[in-house]
């Protein structure tokens, strides 16, 4: 992660993501707004052409039906991005320990480890997941932990539930460490 995406990151809460990811995690976005757009810029051409055909009731709700799933999807997308943060006070050492254990019982492949972050990927085990991308930012005296689907594959478009249990996990470890810490 580059310093000023981990800056960025810590200061709005959400993970940063760079313009091809952002592709790859709105995707479905995406699709929705240009079937929503597609009979409007129709009529838009038509009029301008001088060539006015009327809206058609099933085109209405064409254009209605995908323009509010794509700002439902957008909002679910959008708050995935968002960390949970851990408060601690264990040393770096003993965090990337914990962060190592629970990432070989989950099954992680580390991709990158920095001065100021870690960041993994989960292959998928079934059809239905592209896989699991983990990244964990290190503040002092916090852990930034967020788990969205992985974005070199495509956009993780329905829950199965991996990344919820990869932060759960990982924040039980951290305060577990805590806890026997004082």
Same mark, same amino acid.
């Given at each position: 992660m580059l310093e000023e995406q981990y800056n960025k990151s810590i200061q709005t809460k959400e993970l940063q993501l760079t313009f091809v990811e952002k592709i790859t !995690? %709105?995707? $479905? #976005?995406l699709i929705c707004v240009a079937i929503a757009l597609i009979f409007p810029i129709i009529h838009l051409r038509e009029y301008f052409n001088d060539d006015e055909t009327p809206f058609l009731s099933g085109e209405i709700v064409v254009t209605l039906v995908f323009g509010i799933l794509g700002l439902l999807v957008y909002k679910v997308q959008k708050n995935r991005l968002r960390f949970t943060i851990v408060q601690t006070t264990l040393k770096r050492d003993i965090l990337e320990k914990i962060i190592g254990d629970v990432g070989e019982e $989950?099954?992680? #492949?580390?991709?990158? $480890?920095? !001065? =100021?972050?870690?960041?993994? #990927?989960? !292959?998928?085990?079934? @059809?239905?997941s592209w896989g699991e991308q983990?990244?964990? @930012?290190?503040?002092?005296?916090? #852990?930034?932990? &967020?788990?969205? +689907?992985? $974005?070199? *594959? +495509?956009?993780?478009?329905?829950?199965? +539930? *991996? &990344?919820? *249990? =990869?932060?759960? %996990? @990982?924040i039980e470890a951290i305060q577990k460490a805590n806890e026997s810490n004082l």
């Open positions: !995690h %709105y995707y $479905l #976005v $989950l099954e992680w #492949v580390s991709i990158q $480890l920095t !001065h =100021n972050s870690f960041y993994a #990927v989960k !292959h998928p085990e079934f @059809l239905i983990i990244t964990v @930012l290190f503040a002092e005296k916090y #852990v930034f932990i &967020n788990s969205v +689907g992985d $974005l070199t *594959r +495509g956009p993780s478009i329905f829950p199965t +539930g *991996r &990344n919820r *249990r =990869n932060i759960e %996990y @990982l």
